[in-house]
């Protein structure tokens, strides 16, 4: 089984990131944003 980075579609979620980026964890935003880079400049 493979990571859920995998199953993500990254556009969506970077459209969306700004909103979930206030809801979660600051050390699941890292963890994200270092695996999608992208999601950092949203």
Do not use: F, H, S
């Amino acid at each position: 089984m493979g990571c859920i980075a995998e199953y993500v579609n990254p556009d969506l979620l970077a459209q969306d990131w700004p909103k979930i980026r206030r809801l979660t964890a600051r050390q699941l935003v890292r963890l994200w944003e270092q695996r999608l880079p992208q999601l950092a400049a949203a």
